[in-house]
């Protein structure tokens, strides 16, 4: 009996390891047609609320756009194999002693959890996060990770990826998007739901700014910098980066305040306008 359940279990898991590396290994070439958190959002989203997603080719994508969210989101992007676990010590630091809790998800976690996971917060889902993170680290190249986080990932209600934010809120394309535009896409990230594109406030333009200076101390050759093959990447330049993104961080002068957070508010996609 044991050895006939242990049998189930081991070829269960064996089913489970085989489809979802086919999954992740479908999506290396085939662009995600939807995802678990546009379906949640599509059942649950208001009646006003109209559903917003379009693809586009990573080369058709503003490389601010690019550095905008790394700045943002994942300053070791291109170094890490999906977990950074620096940010992982730095954030657990700095929730010890601070009420507003600091993540440390990377894009690759982001894009795993975005692509093939549902829109919840359970170990279960964590767990499972981590082992997607895993896989695309393997099968898809850095370039094809940020690809598909900047196609699916929120940047509004009910607005999904970059193609479908320029239209609406910017009324261009994603390769003309401007510096500043691209930072303050980047600046709603946290919580698409909550800071608008539409009439971004205090926090969101200080949040712009803030991204604006996390460009310019990462550079714009940083993608070049810290490719896999380059035998001249400057290891000491690249910590200096490092040092420089960590201080302005804590530059409680130049980072938004709680207050000014809260002063940011919600207002339908349908009212959008130019922001810059």
Same mark, same amino acid.
């Given at each position: &009996?044991? /050895?006939?359940?242990?049998?189930?279990?081991?070829?269960?898991?064996? +089913?489970?390891?085989?489809?979802? !590396?086919?999954?992740?290994? $479908?999506? /290396?070439?085939?662009?995600?047609?939807?995802?678990?958190?546009?379906?949640?959002?599509?059942?649950?989203?208001?009646?006003?609320?109209?559903?917003?997603?379009?693809?586009?080719?990573?080369?058709? +994508?503003?490389?601010? &756009? @690019?550095?905008?969210?790394?700045?943002? *989101?994942?300053?070791?992007? &291109?170094?890490?194999?999906?977990?950074?676990?620096?940010? %992982?010590?730095?954030? /657990?630091?700095?929730?010890?002693?601070?009420? @507003?809790?600091?993540?440390?998800?990377?894009?690759?976690?982001?894009?795993?959890?975005?692509?093939? $996971?549902?829109?919840?917060?359970?170990? %279960? /889902?964590?767990?499972?996060?981590?082992?997607?993170?895993? $896989?695309?680290? %393997?099968?898809?190249?850095? *370039?094809? %990770?940020?690809?598909?986080?900047?196609?699916?990932?929120?940047?509004?209600?009910? !607005?999904?990826?970059?193609?479908?934010?320029?239209?609406?809120?910017?009324?261009?394309?994603?390769?003309?998007?401007?510096?500043?535009?691209?930072?303050?896409?980047?600046?709603?990230?946290?919580?698409?739901?909550?800071?608008?594109?539409? @009439?971004?406030?205090?926090?969101?333009?200080?949040?712009?700014?803030?991204?604006?200076?996390? &460009?310019?101390?990462?550079?714009?050759?940083?993608?070049?910098?810290?490719?896999?093959?380059?035998?001249?990447?400057?290891?000491?330049?690249?910590? @200096?980066?490092?040092?420089?993104?960590?201080? $302005?961080?804590?530059?409680?002068?130049?980072?938004?305040?709680?207050?000014?957070?809260?002063?940011?508010?919600?207002?339908?996609?349908?009212?959008?306008?130019?922001?810059?």
């Amino acid at each position: &009996m044991i /050895r006939k359940i242990l049998f189930w279990i081991l070829k269960a898991m064996a +089913i489970f390891f085989g489809v979802t !590396v086919l999954w992740v290994l $479908l999506y /290396r070439w085939v662009n995600p047609p939807i995802t678990w958190l546009h379906i949640s959002d599509q059942i649950f989203q208001e009646e006003s609320s109209t559903y917003h997603y379009e693809w586009v080719d990573g080369d058709q +994508i503003s490389p601010f &756009m @690019k550095l905008a969210v790394v700045s943002s *989101e994942d300053n070791n992007f &291109m170094t890490h194999n999906g977990f950074d676990w620096e940010a %992982i010590e730095k954030a /657990r630091k700095y929730n010890e002693t601070h009420k @507003k809790k600091r993540g440390a998800s990377t894009i690759s976690q982001q894009t795993a959890k975005n692509v093939f $996971l549902w829109p919840s917060r359970s170990w %279960i /889902r964590k767990g499972l996060e981590v082992y997607f993170t895993f $896989l695309i680290e %393997i099968f898809w190249s850095k *370039e094809r %990770i940020l690809e598909v986080y900047l196609n699916v990932i929120e940047m509004g209600p009910c !607005v999904y990826g970059v193609q479908s934010t320029s239209t609406l809120y910017f009324h261009t394309t994603p390769s003309k998007l401007t510096r500043e535009q691209c930072a303050l896409i980047a600046s709603c990230l946290p919580n698409p739901k909550k800071f608008q594109l539409a @009439k971004p406030g205090r926090y969101m333009r200080k949040r712009q700014q803030v991204i604006l200076r996390m &460009m310019s101390c990462l550079g714009n050759d940083y993608f070049e910098r810290n490719q896999e093959d380059n035998e001249l990447r400057d290891v000491e330049k690249e910590n @200096k980066v490092t040092r420089q993104l960590d201080q $302005l961080n804590e530059d409680l002068d130049f980072v938004p305040s709680p207050t000014e957070e809260t002063e940011d508010s919600i207002s339908p996609p349908s009212q959008v306008r130019d922001s810059l």
